[in-house]
C-alpha cells in the first residue's frame, strides 16, 4: 500500500510537470516595455492631449509606473502655438523612408523637420533602439467616443493591451479602428515605437477642449500604463480576441467638374460612426434636397463621419468592416532574465 501510495504521488507529480511544460510552451513571451512617451500636439488644434501632456510636463505623478520611462511630449510645437493643424505639412503622414531620409535644407517643411527630430530622439523607426510605446493623443469632430487606433493585426501585445482597456473601461464602448491597409501608408508620428497606440477621442472641436472628452482620452491612458506595469511584472495574459473595424475605403463627397463639393453628409448619416450602413441608406443630401444613397453589397461601418480635418483630404468618412483579432497568450520574458 505505502508503495502504491507513492507510485500515484510520483505519477501525479510528473502530471504535473508535464501540463506545466505544456502550458508554458504555449505562452509567448515578449520583452518587457521599458520606455514609453506619449504624444500631444501632433496635431496644434487638438486640445485634449495638448492640455494632458502639458500637465504631465509639469506634473507626471499619475502617468509614472514602476519599472519603465514614461516621458510627455509635445509633437509640433509650433503648430500648437498657433492653434492650427499644421505649419506646412501633416505631421501625421511624413514619418515614411523618403521624408525621414530627406537631406536638411532651408526650404524643407517644417513637419518633415520636425519628423527627422522625432526619429532621432525616440527611434530611429524599425531599429531595436526605437521607443518600446507611443500613445498618440487626438481629438476628432467626429462622434467616434474613446477610439484605439491599432496599425499592426498581428501585435500580439498591442491587442492584449487594448482588450485590457477595453475591459477596464466597460461598459462605456471603445472601438478599436485597425488602419492596416495595403493601399493606404498612413506613415503615422507614433509608427516610430514597435507598438504604436492612437488615441482618438471625440466629438470635440477644433481648438477647444471639452473636460468630458479630455478625462476620456485621460482614463484611456491610465489603463494602458497600468497594462504595461502589470505585464512588465510578469503578469500572464491569456489569449484574447478583440473586435476591430478595418479600414477598407475612403469615401469623398460628391463634387462637380470644379472639384467643389455639392453635397453635404446626411442628417441620418451625421454622428452615426460605427453604426451599420446597408445598400440604400442616405449618405449624402445636395442643397436642391436630392438624397444620395449608398450603394454596396455588404454592411459597412462608417466612421470619421464629416471630420472638419478632412475636408482638405477629400474624405467625407472611411469605410470599414468588422473583424476579430486573437491574441496569444503572452508575458514578460523578464521573469527569464530574472532566474538566469
Keep these: 500500500r505505502y508503495k502504491l501510495y507513492h507510485y500515484f504521488l510520483f505519477c501525479f507529480q510528473q502530471s504535473l510537470k508535464l501540463l506545466k511544460s505544456m502550458t508554458s510552451c504555449s505562452v509567448v ?4 516595455v521599458r520606455r514609453v512617451a506619449i504624444f500631444g500636439g501632433t496635431h496644434g488644434n487638438e486640445l485634449s492631449g495638448i492640455f494632458l501632456v502639458k500637465h504631465w510636463q509639469e506634473n507626471g505623478a499619475e502617468i509614472q509606473r514602476k519599472g519603465m520611462e514614461v516621458k510627455p511630449f509635445l509633437s509640433n510645437p509650433r503648430a500648437v502655438k498657433k492653434c492650427t493643424r499644421y505649419i506646412d505639412c501633416d505631421l501625421n503622414r511624413v514619418f515614411d523612408p523618403d521624408n525621414l531620409g530627406k537631406t536638411v535644407v532651408e526650404d524643407i517643411p517644417y513637419e ?3 519628423a527627422q527630430e522625432i526619429n532621432h530622439i525616440f527611434g530611429p523607426k524599425g531599429s531595436d533602439d526605437a521607443y518600446d510605446l507611443i500613445f498618440d493623443l487626438h481629438n476628432t469632430t467626429s462622434n467616434m467616443g474613446g477610439t484605439l487606433i491599432l496599425e499592426n493585426s498581428r501585435d500580439d501585445f498591442t491587442i492584449q493591451m487594448f482588450h485590457y482597456i477595453q475591459s477596464a473601461l466597460a461598459p462605456e464602448c471603445c472601438p478599436v479602428l485597425l488602419i492596416e491597409h495595403p493601399n493606404l501608408k498612413y506613415a503615422t508620428t507614433r509608427s516610430v515605437a514597435k507598438h504604436p497606440v492612437g488615441v482618438e477621442v471625440g466629438p470635440q472641436p477644433q481648438g477647444v477642449v471639452r473636460a ?5 482620452m485621460r482614463r484611456i491612458v491610465k489603463h494602458g500604463l497600468d497594462f ?3 505585464f512588465n511584472e510578469g503578469k500572464e495574459f491569456p489569449s484574447c480576441t478583440i473586435e476591430v473595424y478595418k479600414i477598407m475605403e475612403k469615401v469623398d463627397y460628391p463634387r462637380n467638374k470644379n472639384d467643389d463639393v ?3 453628409i446626411h442628417p441620418k448619416l451625421q ?3 460605427w453604426q451599420p450602413l446597408n ?7 445636395t442643397l436642391d434636397g436630392e438624397v444620395i444613397a449608398y450603394k454596396g453589397d455588404c454592411t ?12 482638405e483630404k477629400k474624405q467625407a468618412f472611411v469605410k470599414t468592416v468588422k473583424m476579430e483579432l486573437t491574441a496569444e497568450h503572452i508575458r514578460s520574458s523578464v521573469l527569464d532574465q530574472n532566474t538566469s
Excluded at 468630458?212 to 476620456?216: K, P
Excluded at 445598400?279 to 443630401?285: H, I, K, T, V
Design 300 to 311: 459597412v461601418y462608417p466612421t470619421f463621419i464629416n471630420e472638419a480635418a478632412y475636408y
Design 271 to 273: 454622428d452615426q460612426d
Design 262 to 264: 455639392i453635397a453635404i
Design 112 to 114: 518633415v523637420r520636425r
Design 279 to 285: 445598400n440604400g441608406d442616405p449618405l449624402f443630401l
Design 212 to 216: 468630458d472628452t479630455l478625462d476620456r
Design 29 to 32: 513571451q515578449k520583452p518587457p
Design 228 to 230: 504595461v506595469e502589470l
